[in-house]
């Protein structure tokens, strides 16, 4: 059974930093990117950052750039997304998904994160609050 299992949400200050975890079991972690996506009450889900867990490449919202860093430890399944410099308009929940990815650069991309519905696996998500 796939599981996506995110955790490190909560209340920080404009300004202030978190990390986010997505735990990631019942798939060979290799073969699949792993995305991030947030949805604010209201709006639609977004986009954020994805990794090729196959050779680490990365991609990332033009919002983000500069501001969020997505790294995964391969060895324990796990992708992380450090959250610096946060804005009140982060506020949302954020959501780890995964797809399968045999041709690298085709679902992490800035079409992938684009297209929600791409992705086959999605975790509960993790509140992010970001206060002013």
């Known amino acids: 059974e796939v599981q996506l299992v995110e955790s490190g949400g909560g209340l920080v200050q404009a300004g202030g930093s978190l990390r986010l975890s997505c735990a990631a079991s019942g798939f060979t972690f290799d073969d699949y990117a792993i995305g991030w996506f947030r949805q604010a009450p209201g709006k639609e889900r977004e986009g954020v950052s994805c990794i090729s867990s196959s050779d680490g490449s990365t991609y990332y919202a033009d919002s983000e750039k500069g501001r969020f860093t997505i790294s995964s430890d391969n060895s324990k399944n796990t992708v992380y997304l450090q959250m610096n410099s946060l804005k009140p308009e982060d506020t949302a929940v954020y959501y780890c998904?995964?797809?399968?990815?045999?041709?690298?650069?085709?679902?992490?991309?800035?079409?992938?994160?684009?297209?929600?519905?791409?992705?086959?696996?999605w975790g509960q998500g993790t509140q992010v609050t970001v206060s002013s």
């Open positions: 998904a995964a797809v399968s990815d045999p041709f690298v650069g085709y679902y992490c991309s800035g079409y992938g994160l684009r297209v929600p519905s791409l992705w086959d696996y």
